[in-house]
């Protein structure tokens, strides 16, 4: 049984960082994806970040250069580390997994596997 659980969540100032960690079981398949999305309040969940078993990352304009995704395939985690966070981060985050081949690795239909989420709050 696939499982995904994230931690890493917490309350910080803008401008600080955080780094979440998702650990994946169940699930060794090495075509498979993995991203990182978020969903605010009354807001549709959008895709943060992915990456392959290869290593070979996708990004979300919104992120880029504050956010990095990596992961650690012997440990079977993925990891996203947060910079100059700002409020608009604010959100509960979740991991996704997929074993497809996905052209628009930031589009949250394409994944089938989803971990709870872990809440990330930014104030000002």
């Known amino acids: 049984q696939v499982k995904l659980v994230e931690s890493g969540g917490a309350s910080v100032q803008s401008g600080g960082s955080l780094k979440l960690s998702c650990v994946v079981s169940g699930y060794t398949y090495n075509g498979r994806l993995l991203a990182w999305f978020r969903q605010a309040p009354g807001k549709e969940r959008e895709g943060v970040a992915s990456?392959?078993?290869?290593?070979?990352?996708t990004y979300a304009d919104f992120v880029k250069g504050r956010f990095v995704i990596s992961q650690d395939n012997a440990k079977n985690t993925m990891y996203l580390q947060m910079n100059n966070l700002k409020p608009e981060d604010t959100a509960m985050y979740y991991c996704a997994a997929t074993p497809a081949r996905l052209q628009f690795k930031l589009s949250k239909n394409g994944y089938n596997y989803w971990g709870q989420g872990t809440q990330v709050t930014v104030s000002s």
């Open positions: 990456i392959d078993y290869f290593h070979d990352k």
